[in-house]
């Protein structure tokens, strides 16, 4: 048995748009939107003519083995500028969620689309975080504030999943918004980290349960 201390970076993270609900910001743009804002993706309401603009991003944590013992998951994210002194500083809510079907964990970042988006997650408010002035003249993100969500319990219950963990962002602002930066573009990104005990196999070759162990 070992423990192990990891991060896991989203394998998908987009922006859907309800006044282009057919559009994917990534396969349908070249390059992506907000390719020259550090790769930023939309999670609230917008001012650019989009309408409500919601995030969407993914984990997968299929590598942690079944059995194992979460002891700590926390969701770190790094909000980027979607404020200012004319429109204030917008609130993105964040919940996570999961799917009664299959079908709903296998979105992508380049498909995904207001229309496609998956719409019978069970959603968990996990908290709000706030994005920081924005120099919208320069279009420039001023730097970034980061906020933690404990996600110890949820994500225990999950280990051995076969499907991805994902998270939903939504926004009241109506003009301007939140912005996270995409795990796309290197740097910057949210992502979760996790340290979990791995499980006692026997000799057999059998996994034993981590209670009583030890």
């Known amino acids: 048995m070992g423990h192990v201390i990891k ?3 989203a394998i998908n993270d987009a922006y859907v748009c309800i006044n ?3 559009t994917n910001y990534i396969a349908d743009h070249d390059p992506p939107y907000y390719s020259d804002n550090n790769g930023i993706m939309v999670a609230g309401g917008d001012g650019m003519g989009h309408g409500t603009a919601d995030g969407w991003m993914n984990f997968d944590l299929t590598s942690i083995p079944a059995g194992s013992s979460i ?4 969701l770190f994210i790094l909000a980027y500028g979607g404020g200012n002194a004319n429109y204030g500083n917008p609130t993105a809510h964040m919940y996570t969620c999961r799917s009664p079907n299959t079908t709903g964990e296998l979105w992508t970042e380049d498909s995904i689309t207001w229309n496609t988006a998956p719409t019978e997650m069970i959603q968990i408010y996990i908290g709000d975080f706030v994005g920081p002035d924005f120099n919208s003249t320069d279009q420039i993100p001023g ?3 980061e906020y933690t969500f404990s996600m110890t319990d949820w994500i225990s219950r999950f280990v051995g999943s076969l499907y991805p963990i994902s998270f939903y962002m939504n926004c009241d602002a ?3 918004f939140c912005r996270l930066s995409s795990h796309r573009y290197g740097n910057g990104y949210s992502y979760l980290h996790v340290e979990y005990d791995e499980p006692v196999v026997a000799s057999t070759g059998e996994t034993l349960p981590m209670m009583g162990v030890g």
């Open 174 to 176: 109506s003009v301007y």
């Open 143 to 145: 730097d970034p504030i």
């Open 71 to 74: 002891t700590s998951a926390t």
């Open 7 to 9: 991060d896991f970076i």
């Open 20 to 22: 282009n609900p057919d």
